[in-house]
């Protein structure tokens, strides 16, 4: 079944058709594209973290009793209705979250150092502030000596004893280890992303080229994330070392970290859009990457090939390992790029050859990511998919709300476009597509594993997402398809399912949603038709770097995702608030305090 052929809602319909007629229909505004990123100097600062985890576990006790009044207050409206012979009923907003059984997995420490990042993560003037005093903080370390450095110093043991343990696994892939290990003994897989970013400003200090060092750490990262989770070599050197065997551990890069100057892509993007060939709607050829154009220079051009050139290198790694890759999206003035080159690499890696005709159908090692609250995302992710049907290769997804909405924003007011800003104009328009394609994607994949056929392209789904709701109506969808079954107070799902479908969320956020998956979707006791560990089917998303390298991304992450930092009672988020109390409670039930 093609994905053209399913039928978009009449709320989809309603705004550009939801699936194209034809494979590379225009799918992309007509707009100018332009963007300045940079990755500024950091400087390494260790200092002792005894002193900093004293004070997170006086601050956070402290807090916790202070905040106690508050924290009893409760709605009083009364919860609807469930059905308790559905296991799928644990994801209903109120019961979700009312649930905290996760917060007893954690040392008081921990509940503290959460306690207070939840406290800060609350207060919405700090976290929009956030890339301004990040920036006034690196200036005064490059140009006061001696306070600049003590002061950023400072700044840096409160981040790594703080937001930096809670959001971030570690410095680097074998770092994180320990918590992917921790994970899949609780049935949980992680996803690893090197989250080395741009400067939050967007500022450009370097020429553009290509960081051939990210490139290297990549490669780097896949082979040890193959090693994560699987049994020793000793015991099952087949399953360690042979390729495309789907891996536990999973692995995402972000196009503009591989790069000097991002706004490369902005201007390959400007190019594509501006084609003939994507003008008249006709699939464009992969013998080029990027079409001539005024946009590009040569020099453009030989940095994009080589750009290409090394992530072959990784999605090599990725497929000999069996590890699946993750593309991450970008903003809009990026993406129509990546998407292309996300296109032409998953044409080469997702190829179903010899190797990965074992599992029918083949399993995407190669995954684009599709955001939700894009007005365009309907009819791009359907390009995509007709594309790798016509090609025949396997069509990998990661389906996300989005991450960078308020620039999006910001950037379609300042430009004073006529017209609506290329985003949803709300989070019920973007939770509306996102359920729409995120049951197009069951349905692509129940199709495939209904049909069976050896040696075929298939297709991967990878849910990104804190939305209870949202992940219920998916797993209903593969319920109603007989992929999954009510057992035992849980669902079971067709082990032919594993290694193509995964919900996941972030490192340090909804824990609660994490842990109420994993119950639901108890592992299969069976073993796999390898006879190898079960894939899990929920993922956290852990980001690795230094602490001087992950700043810019915790600063983005915390102000692009404050809608994930408030409380949503239609999909059972709490919110930071909601973590806060939740934290507060379970720290004064273990202090014997009854208030």
């Not at 980001?543 to 059972?572: C, F, H, K, M």
Request: contains cysteine; proline residues 6%.
């Amino acid at each position: 079944m093609s994905l053209l052929k399913l039928k978009p809602s009449a709320h989809l319909r309603s705004g550009r058709p939801l699936l194209p007629s034809r494979i590379g229909a225009p799918i992309f505004p007509r707009h100018s594209h332009s963007a300045v990123h940079a990755v500024p100097p950091f400087v390494t600062f260790n200092r002792s973290r005894l002193v900093a985890g004293a004070l997170i576990l006086a601050a956070g006790s402290a807090l916790a009793v202070s905040q106690s009044n508050s924290d009893s207050s409760t709605s009083t409206l009364p919860p609807p209705a469930v059905d308790s012979s559905d296991p799928l009923s644990a994801l209903t907003p109120h019961i979700l979250m009312s649930a905290t059984s996760h917060l007893g997995k954690l040392s008081v420490a921990d509940l503290c150092r959460q306690y207070i990042v939840y406290l800060a993560s609350s207060q919405s003037s700090l976290v929009s502030s956030g890339p301004w005093i990040l920036k006034q903080l690196e200036w005064t370390r490059d140009n006061v000596p001696v306070v600049g450095s003590v002061v950023w110093g400072i700044f840096t043991i409160t981040m790594e004893g703080t937001f930096y343990k809670v959001f971030v696994g570690g410095a680097s892939v074998p770092e994180c280890a320990p918590i992917v290990e921790k994970y899949l003994d609780q049935g949980i897989g992680c996803l690893l992303n090197y989250s080395a970013e741009a400067s939050v400003d967007g500022s450009a200090t370097a020429k553009c080229g290509l960081l051939d060092s990210h490139i290297t750490e990549a490669c780097a990262a896949l082979r040890a994330a193959a090693k994560l989770g699987v049994p020793s070599a000793s015991t099952s050197e087949d399953f360690t070392s042979a390729p495309y065997t789907i891996k536990p551990t999973l692995l995402a890069i972000k196009l503009t970290g591989l790069i000097s100057e991002p706004a490369l892509l902005a201007r390959a993007s400007t190019a594509l859009v501006g084609s003939s060939a994507y003008q008249r709607g006709t699939l464009i050829p992969s013998s080029f990457l990027f079409p001539q154009s005024p946009s590009l220079s040569d020099e453009d051009h030989e940095i994009l090939a080589k750009l290409h050139d090394g992530l072959k290198r990784i999605c090599a790694e990725a497929r000999d390992g069996g590890v699946r890759l993750f593309v991450d999206a970008e903003q809009s003035w990026f993406q129509p790029a990546i998407d292309r080159i996300v296109d032409l690499l998953s044409e080469e890696f997702n190829v179903v050859n010899s190797e990965n005709a074992a599992s029918a159908p083949a399993i995407p090692v190669i995954h684009n990511t599709y955001q939700a609250y894009l007005r365009t995302t309907p009819p791009t992710m359907a390009a995509s998919a007709a594309r790798a049907d016509a090609l025949g290769y396997s069509f990998g997804a990661k389906l996300v709300r989005g991450a960078y909405v308020e620039s999006e924003r910001i950037k379609h007011t300042a430009s004073g476009a006529d017209g609506k800003c290329c985003v949803w104009d709300n989070k019920a328009e973007t939770d509306a597509c996102y359920d729409e394609l995120s049951v197009l994607l069951e349905k692509r994949v129940a199709h495939d594993i209904v049909e069976g056929k050896p040696v075929t392209p298939g297709t991967g789904a990878f849910f990104a997402s804190h939305n209870g709701t949202s992940f219920k109506k998916v797993l209903a969808a593969f319920r109603d398809d007989g992929l999954a079954k009510n057992v035992d107070g849980g669902l079971d799902i067709d082990d032919r399912v594993r290694g193509r479908i995964s919900f996941a969320q972030l490192l340090g956020m909804s824990d609660n949603l994490s842990m109420t998956l994993t119950d639901i979707l108890a592992p299969s006791t069976r073993p796999s038709a390898s006879g190898e560990p079960q894939i899990p089917i929920v993922v956290k998303w852990v980001p690795y770097a230094t602490v001087d390298q992950a700043l810019p991304y915790l600063i983005r992450r915390a102000n692009e995702s404050q809608a994930i930092l408030q409380s949503d009672p239609t999909s059972g988020r709490g919110g930071a608030v909601g973590e806060r109390r939740a934290i507060g409670r379970e720290l004064r039930s273990r202090m014997g305090l009854s208030f």
